[in-house]
């Protein structure tokens, strides 16, 4: 086995965004549902703005490992390339296996208990692009996919109910900024 002893952390993030593009998602999908989300609670909040907060937490670097080793997995199951009963598992996307909603809910944390509550509510009503990944067609297999995308729409959704809180209190935009770098990390 031959392991590369530094992987620079632009390379991941690409790497963690292209594997949302060859399944299909894309930022927007995700966007789609921060602002289901958010809009109720937010009279002014944009599109874009929900573009730049998925955009922002696909920088971090657990969403990244998250999506790369979610995404790896669904395809290997696709590919009948897992052991048994890993394969049947995944590849059914069986109820109780859980590690797909274990590894989701621990990309959430990083944001609080708005991403957590966020998370759990979108695991269960699979609104926009998760319920088209949660649908089993027999062909594609997004048993972690699914999952990975609701945390990451309800990561990018408390973001945008934080930044909207300290925007009303004042904080500056040089403070926002500098607070989006230290998250990232």
């Known amino acids: 086995m031959t392991v590369r002893s530094h992987i620079k952390s632009q ?23 921060v602002y289901i989300m958010q809009a109720p609670y937010n009279e002014s909040l944009r599109m874009e703005d929900c573009v730049e907060s998925v955009d922002k937490v696909l920088e971090k670097r657990e969403i990244q490992h998250a999506i790369l080793v979610g995404v790896e997995l669904d395809v290997l199951a696709e590919e009948n390339k897992l052991s048994e009963p890993l394969q049947s598992l995944i590849a059914q996307d ?41 649908t089993k067609n027999g062909v594609r297999c997004h048993t972690f996919l699914d999952d990975i995308i609701g945390s990451i729409a309800a990561n990018a959704s ?23 770098e230290e998250d990232r990390l």
Do not use: N, P
Not at 11 to 33: C, H, N, Q, S, Y
Not at 109 to 129: C, E
């Open 158 to 180: 408390s973001r945008i109910a934080h930044r909207t809180r300290d925007l009303q209190d004042g904080m500056s935009e040089e403070d926002l900024e500098m607070r989006d």
């Open 94 to 134: 069986e109820g109780l296996f859980g590690v797909d909603e274990t590894i989701a809910l621990g990309a959430a944390l990083g944001y609080g208990s708005i991403a957590v509550t966020t998370y759990g509510h979108l695991d269960k009503q699979k609104i926009g692009v998760i319920e088209r990944l949660d």
């Open 11 to 33: 390379e991941v993030e690409k790497a963690a965004r292209k594997r949302l593009e060859d399944r299909g998602v894309t930022i927007e999908d995700i966007a789609d549902i």
